[in-house]
């Protein structure tokens, strides 16, 4: 039986391993946890299993939109890594990253307060912390090696990207994606406010999503039955670890602290429920979908 020790090492980041299986990779998901770009000593159980089985989920809905990476989530995997690992197809990745924001809040509240704006994209005036947008606005970033990504322009990420015309592809794709997940979260009682996207080209040079689709590692979940207008919002994410974290003294330079018990319990409630919602089934369903 194959294991991953067995298995060459792509790439190793803050969340995430790759491994090489020749034509295909194998991407394992951790239960690791950073905030401020820094991964903190404290793991959240289970949590490598919800991205995995959420991404899982929304590569098979989303299909129809655009092609994504996904081919199996047993068939490859070894043992150990079940329920937190997908086989995909190997891709060659885009330099941006793809945010859609459909709320304002977080980052994109704090430049629209200084500068009316996102993205060098002009907002209406007035708007309060966490409301609806008109529409969905694509604001890309880098993808910064070490440190923080930085918001760009469109035609920064166009100029990176090397082609106009598949960066308007790529934000088509990242604005209906957003807007089909959008839709099906409300029907389940969550408010997707906002979330990011990775896209590559196959080898035939198609446009593929890829990496982890509307998990709460990489978007804002909000329950829609305590969205209030005018104030930051509670969250089926990371915010929760954010939040202790911005209160902890912590100057937010490595080494990060261990995050308490109670907060890494409270934060595995809040992914598996953010889980539940959204597939309308139970987590234990995903594990026992994947066992060996």
Not at 203 to 211: E, F, K, Q, W
Not at 247 to 275: C, F, H, M, N
Request: charged share 25%.
């Amino acid at each position: 039986m194959t294991t991953l020790a067995d298995l060459p090492l792509v790439a190793s980041g803050k969340v995430r391993e790759s491994y090489d299986l020749g034509d295909r990779l194998l991407m394992v998901a951790s239960d690791r946890i950073s905030t401020y770009d820094v991964v903190h000593p404290t793991r959240i159980p289970d949590k490598g299993k919800v991205l995995t089985g959420l991404s899982a989920f929304w590569f098979a809905k989303t299909r129809h939109i655009v092609a994504n990476h996904a081919l199996s989530e047993t068939d490859g995997v070894p043992d150990e890594a079940r329920g937190r690992a997908l086989v995909v197809r190997k891709l060659k990745m885009l330099p941006v990253e793809c945010i859609v924001r459909g709320y304002i809040t977080g980052s994109g509240w704090k430049d629209y307060q200084a500068t009316g704006s996102i993205s060098g994209l002009e907002l209406p005036p007035g708007l309060q912390e966490s409301e609806q947008l008109p529409s969905p606005i694509f604001t890309p970033s880098t993808k910064a090696e070490a440190g923080h990504d930085e918001t760009i322009d469109f035609d920064r990420a166009a100029e990176l990207v090397g082609d106009r015309d598949l960066m308007d592809r790529v934000r088509a794709a990242s604005i209906e994606l957003y807007a089909f997940a959008a839709e099906h979260a409300r029907s389940r009682g969550v408010i997707l406010a906002d979330t990011k996207f990775e896209f590559g080209l196959d080898d035939d040079g198609v446009l593929t999503v890829g990496d982890e689709v509307l998990t709460p590692d990489s978007s804002r979940f909000w329950p829609a039955d305590t969205y209030v207008v005018g104030q930051g919002q509670p969250s089926f994410d990371k915010q929760y670890v954010r939040d202790w974290a911005s209160e902890s003294g912590w100057d937010k330079q490595p080494p990060a602290p261990p995050i308490p018990e109670l907060i890494a319990q409270g934060t595995r409630e809040r992914y598996v429920e953010a889980y539940e919602k959204i597939t309308g089934e139970p987590f234990t369903a995903w594990l026992e979908r994947t066992a060996a």
